[in-house]
């Protein structure tokens, strides 16, 4: 069931094609396609259709709500609908338009692509540069009206140079948030084991990576290297020992992790600008 109010302006296109045997024959074809300057209350529903939606927004912003899901869609974002399962989008509240393309497509590259592209059947917006949605989707709605051979070939081409591009950009944000929980995982494994003697094939044990790309990820989303950080994490839960207890310095040195005591202070020292039970002295004249 489709239901819709067509509020948009009459410069909007609506081209409609029954694709012919050149056309199925490609991974990536298309059945409809616009470009719609949609205003407030632009809006459609539908519970299902076997077919994908692409939609970019140009300007203006779109929601869209599928699976429970809500995203809006801004300025020189995509998404990939899988229309089968029920979904509703239009203008978005508190926007007085939504120029966005969209188009209907189908093929084999669109469900190899989906399971990136929309997982679990969500909406995933995912930014597309300006040049390549506007090019391949002008290209798209000419091949749309040419219906020919040659047409259905290049349409295919523009279908996969809008959603190759998109994928690249999911898969490479995906990598970063891997990385960020690879290093989150580390920095926590640091804080759990800091008394311990502690070593780096320890935190490469389930990253899979290699040492060197690990260490470039540690520095760059937590400033330092690892050996800094567990200094640093030693440091400060010994100046909470030596601050809240008053147990000896050397016990407070074995309790974070270090040797000796004469390592410890001169560790501290280094870092905090004054020995261990100079930084006491302070923090009881503090209180």
């Not at 809500?70 to 939504?98: E, K, M, S």
């Not at 259905?152 to 970063?176: E, I, K, P, W």
């Not at 995982?185 to 790309?213: G, M, Q």
């Amino acid at each position: 069931m489709l239901t819709f109010n067509m509020d948009v302006e009459p410069r909007s296109r609506w081209l409609r094609t029954t694709p012919g045997a050149a056309a199925l024959a490609q991974p990536y074809f298309c059945t409809e396609a616009g470009q719609f300057f949609g205003r407030a209350r632009f809006a459609t529903a539908r519970t299902d259709k076997e077919c994908f939606l692409l939609l970019y927004t140009v300007e203006g912003a779109g929601l869209i709500e599928q699976n429970d899901t809500q995203v809006t869609l801004g300025p020189g974002c995509a998404l990939l609908l899988d229309c089968r399962t029920p979904q509703n989008y239009g203008t978005a509240p508190g926007h007085d338009a939504w120029h966005h393309y969209w188009a209907q497509i189908e093929g084999s590259g669109v469900h190899a692509l989906a399971s990136i592209l929309c997982p679990e059947k969500r909406p995933e917006p995912v930014e597309l540069a300006p040049d390549t949605a506007l090019e391949s989707f002008g290209t798209l709605l000419n091949c749309l009206e040419t219906e020919t051979a040659a047409s259905a070939v290049t349409a295919a081409l523009a279908l996969h140079n809008l959603l190759a591009a998109m994928a690249q950009r999911q898969l490479a944000a995906d990598s970063a948030a891997a990385n960020r929980r690879m290093i989150d995982e580390a920095v926590a494994h640091i804080r759990t084991h800091y008394a311990e003697s502690l070593c780096l094939d320890e935190l490469l044990a389930s990253a899979h990576i290699s040492k060197s790309y690990f260490l470039r990820l540690f520095r760059q989303y937590m400033g330092t290297t690892p050996y800094n950080f567990l200094l640093c994490y030693r440091i400060t839960k010994a100046k909470e020992l030596l601050a809240q207890t008053d147990l000896p310095v050397g016990a407070v040195a074995h309790q974070v992790g270090f040797g000796d005591e004469s390592n410890f202070s001169t560790r501290f020292t280094a870092m905090v600008g004054q020995s261990p039970l100079r930084y006491r002295k302070s923090t009881l004249r503090a209180r």
